[in-house]
T-cell receptor, first 111, second 113 residues
Framework: DSGVTQTPKHLITATGQRVTLRCSPR?????VYWYQQSLDQGLQFLIQ???????AKGNILERFSAQQFPDLHSELNLSSLELGDSALYFC??????????FGPGTRLTVL | GENVEQHPSTLSVQEGDSAVIKCTYS??????FPWYKQELGKRPQLIID?????GEKKDQRIAVTLNKTAKHFSLHITETQPEDSAVYFC????????????FGDGTTLTVKP
């Protein structure tokens, strides 16, 4: 157990819908990262927050947005969902810089 | 931005043999290089890491080497076991408060009993 929690574990929804994925970082970690992993694919970096502020952006679609709250938990919002958005979404956290600890992931299925 | 290339994409070895996975990076400012192991359907987990002021690091059957001049680093697994079968990811980052890591595409390692 890495200490990073993600909810829900599984999410099944329909095209066009909107969902929110939640991540709680390890105690004391200020950085939160979001990744998308499609079937048999690598980890695609989406976005990073550090102490409430957006710090880095990757290949995140305009339909996706995220935020980090004062208690440091983070939410990833996915809207106008398409079939291709089906994937495992991982959140990771780190104390200052480098070592990232991953949560168990949320498996999103868009039907 | 940083670009990390990882090779090979798949690797099959016999139990007891060694396995080597190589990564190259493009940004000479990168100074932190972790390796993650991801078993099927599970989260990536850190197995070993190395910083740019060190050339080699070992942890039991796992070792990582770093060549800063050539901008490449490698993961070495000796005496492989079936439970080593997984996807391995390398990453590179600049160790600052904006510690975004760039990941390689992963290597699927299969250890045959």
């Amino acid at each position: 157990d890495s200490g990073v929690t993600q909810t829900p574990k599984h999410l099944i929804t329909a095209t066009g819908q909107r969902v929110t994925l939640r991540c709680s970082p390890r105690s004391g970690d200020l950085s939160v990262y979001w990744y998308q992993q499609s079937l048999d694919q690598g980890l695609q970096f989406l976005i990073q927050y550090y102490n409430g502020e957006e710090r880095a952006k990757g290949n995140i679609l305009e339909r996706f947005s995220a935020q980090q709250f004062p208690d440091l938990h983070s939410e990833l919002n996915l809207s106008s969902l398409e079939l291709g958005d089906s994937a495992l979404y991982f959140c990771a956290s780190s104390r200052n810089t480098d070592t990232q600890y991953f949560g168990p992931g949320t498996r999103l299925t868009v039907l | 931005g940083e670009n990390v290339e990882q090779h090979p994409s798949t690797l099959s070895v016999q139990e007891g043999d060694s396995a080597v996975i190589k990564c190259t990076y493009s940004d000479s400012a990168s100074n932190y290089f972790p390796w993650y192991k991801q078993e099927l359907g599970k989260r990536p987990q850190l197995i070993i890491d190395i910083r740019s002021n060190v050339g080699e690091k070992k942890d039991q059957r796992i070792a990582v080497t770093l060549n800063k001049t050539a901008k490449h680093f490698s993961l070495h697994i000796t005496e492989t076991q079936p439970e080593d079968s997984a996807v391995y990811f390398c990453a590179a980052s600049i160790s600052t408060n904006a510690g975004k890591s760039t990941f390689g595409d992963g290597t699927t390692l299969t250890v045959k009993p």
